[in-house]
Antibody
Framework: EVQLVESGGGLVKPGGSLRLSCAAS????????MNWVRQAPGKGLEWVSSISSSSSYIYYADSVKGRFTISRDNAKNSLYLQMNSLRAEDTAVYYC??????????????WGKGTTVTVSS | QSVLTQPPSVSEAPRQRVTISCSGSSSNIGNNAVNWYQQLPGKAPKLLIYYDDLLPSGVSDRFSGSKSGTSASLAISGLQSEDEADYYCAAWDDRLNGWVFGGGTKLTVL
């Protein structure tokens, strides 16, 4: 069964750091681009970052650029999100999602259940 | 303010048909495939439609998608109470080099 399981969320003070992990199973992790998508309480979905299968291409939303770093370890079937200089507006459920497709025809087909990050003093 | 524009809410009676619109621009919907997600309360998003109008295995054929130019639509026929959820459209944006989502549409089955 294809599965993504996020972990690492928690309560952190403004300005603090947190590292999220996403463990993949049931598919060849190294063949797929991966994404982080977040959802603030009561709000819609917001894309955070993407990383290609070999880490050659990495993209960030403007709202996190310079503060968050996406990475992956294909040997460990794991995706990461290092979050620094956290702000209250980063409070959200963070989902990892697998990306399929080719240029002009991308889609995210499998999502984890999410991990909750709360930034508060 | 979301890059893709959806109505905040729609409602319709059981067994009826409802459509949800999604408006974008040439850098996203106009040049890339549109995908739709269903999010039940407290759950992760679930892929409903991909490549504008294709259904993943296991998704009911009561759901259908379409696209024209820089706009897309999701239609749900034979509405059931279990269809009550939030629905999101999404597309890759070539100018932003990232995914953009609609603000989400809350469907209420009356």
């Amino acid at each position: 069964e294809v599965q993504l399981v996020e972990s690492g969320g928690g309560l952190v003070k403004p300005g603090g750091s947190l590292r999220l992990s996403c463990a993949a199973s049931g598919f060849t992790f190294s063949s797929y681009s991966m994404n982080w998508v977040r959802q603030a309480p009561g709000k819609g979905l917001e894309w955070v970052s993407s990383i290609s299968s070999s880490s050659s291409y990495i993209y960030y939303a403007d709202s996190v650029k310079g503060r968050f770093t996406i990475s992956r370890d294909n040997a460990k079937n794991s995706l990461y999100l290092q979050m620094n200089s956290l702000r209250a507006e980063d409070t959200a459920v963070y989902y990892c999602a697998r990306q399929l497709g080719i240029k002009y025809y991308y889609y995210m087909d499998v999502w984890g259940k999410g991990t909750t990050v709360t930034v508060s003093s | 303010q979301s890059v893709l524009t959806q109505p905040p809410s729609v409602s319709e009676a059981p067994r009826q048909r409802v459509t949800i619109s999604c408006s974008g621009s040439s850098s996203n919907i106009g040049n890339n495939a549109v995908n739709w997600y269903q999010q039940l309360p407290g759950k992760a998003p679930k892929l409903l439609i991909y490549y504008d109008d294709l259904l993943p295995s296991g998704v009911s054929d009561r759901f259908s998608g379409s696209k024209s130019g820089t706009s897309a639509s999701l239609a749900i026929s034979g509405l059931q109470s279990e269809d009550e959820a939030d629905y999101y459209c999404a597309a890759w944006d070539d100018r932003l080099n990232g995914w953009v989502f609609g603000g989400g549409t809350k469907l209420t089955v009356l």
